[in-house]
């Protein structure tokens, strides 16, 4: 294990000493410096304090450990490899995701999985134990979101406008209540228990992350989120 | 070099702000600490920062704090404040030469009142008066600027990183129970010392993150009511539509937030009677100050702060409170740095304010 002392560097100099530190590296101090382990592949990072915004941005494989919160963008663009976050996370987690799996303890704020897309085995994953702010899924094209609601006490623990813009993918809620404002483009409804096939590896994984008992996670029930259609904003803008 | 409105360069900030509720006065070095880690959001064309409680011997007293592009400008401005201002100290503000901060103006500040006389005939109440006569000022003269016109109070900017302009004007010699604090990455316009933040209008400051797209709405608006927006800047504005709705008219701040961050109308058509009524209301009459595009803001003023995001929350903001002391940052980080442990930490949802006002009876 490689030690590296954060305190006072510079983000390219961090980054830089990342990169040549080898395969397992703890960061100690971390006080807000950027793109940590950028478009990285095959390395074990643990990170104690505060990485700073776009956290494993590009990341392309391996592990990022967060014994604590992360801010804004953690995995924007990421294309493979596990972030796993033991606090809670900024606006914008897995902005953009192409791959890869995001596991948040807490909470995640606004825009969790923008711009998220799949395509054949990149299949990206976001599973945040507690709630998210407004805009979960916004314009989601594909991969799956899970939140959680540990400890919630809304009904549904998402904010407003929940699915905006949606035309891919799955989000999984597990509520007592469907928000009240999902646009029409989405279609809702009580996960099956073939949904619930499909995410149990994943819920597996992350009660390993954090030693939870999965069974405890199913005294709510799960709702599935997706497109209503193919092509739901086909009418939106023009009428062809 | 072009100023403001000459050139328009496409191109985000950070903020910073730290309060303690029982109005105990803390060194500028906290916030010098605190922006530090967020260097990377701003370009260096511009850092400052507010105080609030830092001229405590002159507490009555307006203190304005003048940028000069020549001896002319001063030796104009000073006349015509001479002229209806009974000024008690001129000096000049002092600064810590710096290889990072070039091109300085004369920077000079007064503290000063209204003659009584004069201020009787014009029928005006002192605030009015005051801010009339900065904005003569910053219309008028050229070459000079006033860039902070309050009570116990003082804004401190340059062109430069935040965390230099903060050691430029030796930030840790003074002492306030409020701060807030600015690094900028122009979006439109060229840093220029004047167009740094924190904007200023009497004790109302605000620092800002973000790009407003309602600009020229407003613009046209708040001029209808002898406010010039001399700067083309988005942040110059909000301070005064802030100064026009809270001291103007008297609104809360809480009126305020919801006219310059008001709900949308299928949010409206959800709400209860008496709130449908009244944002209704709020939306039809003052639809010019509604504020669109994304921004964070922190508006200082006397006994407290207040924080607001757009309602989208295009910006980011989180919330640190720790004992007495409020923090809130574009970054975690930036409040961790000068508060490791916290008693609870948050983000605040777009278009919700929060305001954090000094205990009752605390003398500030």
């Known amino acids: 294990m490689n030690r590296i002392d954060a305190n006072g560097r510079d983000f390219r100099a961090l980054n830089e000493e990342i990169r040549a530190a080898g395969q397992e590296i703890l960061i100690e101090n971390c006080m807000g410096q950027r793109y940590i382990a950028a478009g990285m592949s095959g390395v074990s990072l643990t990170i104690q304090g505060i990485p700073g915004n776009a956290l494993g941005c590009y990341l392309n494989g391996g592990t990022i450990r967060v014994h604590g919160n992360a801010q804004d963008q953690t995995g924007d663009t990421m294309n493979s490899g596990t972030i796993v976050v033991d606090g809670s996370c900024g606006d914008a987690t897995g902005y953009s995701m192409r791959g890869g799996k995001i596991l948040v303890r807490g909470n995640a704020g606004y825009r969790v999985g923008i711009h998220m897309k799949a395509y054949r085995e990149q299949q990206p994953l976001i599973v945040v134990g507690g709630e998210t702010g407004s805009f979960l899924g916004e314009y989601q094209a594909g991969g799956t979101i899970i939140v959680l609601g540990i400890g919630s006490e809304k009904k549904a623990p998402v904010g407003n406008l929940c699915g905006t813009g949606m035309h891919g993918g799955k989000m999984f809620l597990r509520a007592e209540e469907l928000p009240a404002d999902l646009p029409p483009q989405v279609a809702a409804s009580k996960a099956t228990e073939e949904d619930m096939a499909e995410i149990d590896g994943y819920l597996e994984e992350f ?4 030693s939870m008992e999965k069974q405890s996670l199913f005294d709510r029930p799960f709702y599935v989120l997706r497109p209503n259609s193919a092509n739901p904003y086909q009418n939106l803008y023009t009428f062809n | 070099m072009q100023n403001e409105g000459e050139i328009r360069i496409p191109s985000g900030c950070a903020i910073t702000g730290v309060i303690s509720k029982s109005g105990e006065r803390f060194s500028g070095e906290t916030a010098i600490r605190s922006i530090e880690p967020m260097h990377d959001r701003s370009n260096g064309l511009g850092g400052g920062f507010a105080a609030y409680g830092i001229y405590p011997q002159n507490r009555d007293l307006y203190a304005f704090h003048v940028f ?5 400008a001063k030796e ?5 404040l001479q002229t209806s201002f009974d000024v008690t100290v001129a000096e000049k503000i002092p600064t810590r030469k710096m290889p990072q901060i070039t091109d300085e103006p004369a920077i000079w500040r007064y503290f000063c009142l209204p003659y009584e006389k004069l201020l009787q005939s014009t029928g005006l109440d002192e605030r009015e008066f005051v ?6 000022i910053n219309t008028q003269i050229r070459g000079a600027y006033v860039f902070s016109s309050g009570k116990n109070m003082g804004v401190f900017k340059a062109v430069g990183f935040p965390e230099d302009v903060g050691r430029y004007y030796r930030l840790e010699d003074y002492e306030g129970y409020c701060w807030t604090a600015h690094g900028r990455y122009p979006t439109n316009t060229p840093g220029w010392w004047g167009g740094a933040h924190p904007f200023n209008l009497l004790d109302y ?6 790009e407003i797209s309602s600009y020229d709405a407003n613009r046209r608006f708040i001029e209808m009511f002898g406010y010039r927006c001399t700067l083309l800047t988005d942040t110059e504005v909000i301070t005064y539509i802030i100064d026009y709705l809270n001291r103007r008219q008297g609104m809360s701040l809480e009126e305020t937030a919801d006219v310059i961050a008001a709900p949308f109308w299928s949010e409206i058509d959800a709400m209860d009677e008496a709130d449908r009524k009244k944002f209704t209301y709020l939306r ?3 639809s010019s100050m509604l504020i669109t595009g994304p921004f964070s803001i922190l508006l200082g003023f006397t006994g407290g702060m207040m924080a607001l995001n757009d309602r989208l929350k295009l910006r980011s903001m989180v919330v640190g409170e720790k004992g007495d002391r409020v923090y809130v940052a574009s970054e975690e980080c930036a409040i961790r740095t ?3 442990e916290l008693d609870r930490l948050w983000s605040p949802r777009g278009g919700e304010p929060v305001i954090i006002q000094v205990n009752e009876g605390v003398r500030i």
Request: hydrophobic share 40%; aromatic share 12%.
């Open chain 1, 207 to 210: 009660c390993a992350a954090f």
């Open chain 2, 68 to 72: 000069y592009d020549s001896a002319r």
């Open chain 2, 76 to 80: 104009e401005c000073e006349q015509v």
């Open chain 2, 131 to 136: 801010s009339r006569f900065v904005v003569k």
């Open chain 2, 205 to 210: 400051t605000v620092v800002h993150n973000g």
């Open chain 2, 284 to 286: 039809n009459v003052y």
């Open chain 2, 338 to 340: 000068v508060a490791p």
